[in-house]
Structure formats: structure tokens, C-alpha cells
T-cell receptor, first 118, second 112 residues
């Protein structure tokens, strides 16, 4: 079974609709992230959460909201979808290696959700 | 503002060739530089990473070269294979938050 799962895998919606993308993980990681991927722009961070009570905005949070329902679940919502939110969305998780400066932070990505807003 | 600039956008090489992907960064506070590999329909996966206190790191056919003074780092793939065809992202992070800032990606095609 996949360690990081995302539902749905594909979604087509209309402008103005509310939509929720869900992410679940079985890796036991504290940290979870939402990214969007657009051609030529790489991956950009939308929101991240270090635990259930710690949620932070990323580079492009406008138009999005998130909910950390449990350690293993992190949902991304588009309250009123617009066409320029059409993109590939990825959830990722990582362990907390502490504050050692050289400690790395491998992020484990889900398979992605392709969202189209008409 | 893109803090990590990646080039080229796409790259085509013959099997056995040595593709090189380059990245440059501005923020000298970055202290961790990973490369992620993404196959079509999949999420990115960590390929190799380097800290700024070393100039080179090798893992199998993959090598990162790091030039701290120039604020540049690059990925070299030795004896490239068609199975290496994928999109490659460089990234950088800093501090305890460990947020990753990604480059724009390079689509690599290795011809048989």
C-alpha cells in the first residue's frame, strides 16, 4: 500500500465551486505539506503543518485553506475555485529531524491530484 | 521571485551520454540542496542531496557538484539510460522549518 495517498486523483469542477482535496499518510510523520505544480514553475508551497495545531502559510496560500484533522490527514480546500487554480496538486510528508543545521528533510510525495477548473 | 533558478528547461541526450542540469540560488542561508526525480503520473522522489560543506557527492551514477562561492550546484548523470527519462527538480532549504524551495524543473529524455 502507498505511504501517502491522495483523493481524488482527478477532478474537474466549475468556477465558483468549493472543492476539497484529501491526503492521508501511514508513515507516522508529523510534518505535512501541500504543493501545486505548474509547467515551467516547478512546485510551489501552498501550506504546511508541523503538527495538528501548527499550520502555516506557504508561498501561494491565497485562495486556499487547509485542515489538519489528525496526524495522518491533511486536507486542502478551494473555497471558490477559479480557472487559474487548474494545476497538479501534491501532498508531501516528512519526519522531524530536529534543529541540527545539517539535518536533511526528505519529503515523501503522494501521487498527485490533477484539478481542472472550467 | 524565484529563489532557485534551474536550467535547461528540457534536455535530450543519447544513451550513455552525461546530461548536466544546473541550478543557482541567491539566499546564502540555504543549507541543504536536494534533487528530486519525477516520472510521469508520479510524485517527485528524493534522488540525492548535498550539504554546502562538501563540493561533491556521488550516489551510483548520479553526482551533485556544489560551488558555494558561485552559489551554484549541478546534477550529472553518468552513463545515462532511457529509464532515467524523467523530470528533475533541484531544491534548497534552510533553518529548522526545512521548507523546500524548488527550481522550475528539467525534462530529461534519454534516447535509446
Amino acid at each position: 500500500d502507498a505511504d501517502v495517498t491522495q483523493t481524488p486523483r482527478n477532478r474537474i469542477t466549475k468556477t465558483g465551486k468549493r472543492i476539497m482535496l484529501e491526503c492521508s499518510q501511514t508513515k507516522g510523520h508529523d510534518r505535512m505539506y501541500w504543493y501545486r505544480q505548474d509547467p515551467g514553475l516547478g512546485l510551489r508551497l501552498i501550506y504546511y503543518s508541523f503538527d495538528v495545531k501548527d499550520i502555516n502559510k506557504g508561498e501561494i496560500s491565497d485562495g486556499y485553506s487547509v485542515s489538519r484533522q489528525a496526524q495522518a490527514k491533511f486536507s486542502l480546500s478551494l473555497e471558490s475555485a477559479i480557472p487559474n487554480q487548474t494545476a497538479l496538486y501534491f501532498c508531501a510528508t516528512s519526519a522531524n529531524y530536529g534543529t541540527v543545521p545539517w539535518s536533511y528533510n526528505e519529503q515523501f510525495f503522494g501521487p498527485g491530484t490533477r484539478l481542472t477548473v472550467l | 521571485q524565484q529563489q532557485v533558478k534551474q536550467s535547461p528547461q528540457s534536455l535530450i541526450v543519447q544513451k550513455g551520454g552525461i546530461p548536466i542540469i544546473n541550478c543557482a540560488y541567491e539566499n546564502t542561508a540555504f543549507d541543504y540542496f536536494p534533487w528530486y526525480q519525477q516520472f510521469p503520473g508520479k510524485g517527485p522522489a528524493l534522488l540525492i542531496a548535498i550539504r554546502p560543506d562538501v563540493s561533491e557527492k556521488k550516489e551510483g551514477r548520479f553526482t551533485i557538484s556544489f560551488n558555494k562561492s558561485a552559489k551554484q550546484f549541478s546534477l550529472h548523470i553518468m552513463d545515462s539510460q532511457p529509464g532515467d527519462s524523467a523530470t528533475y527538480f533541484c531544491a534548497a532549504s534552510r533553518g529548522s522549518a526545512r521548507q523546500l524551495t524548488f527550481g522550475s524543473g528539467t525534462q530529461l529524455t534519454v534516447l535509446p
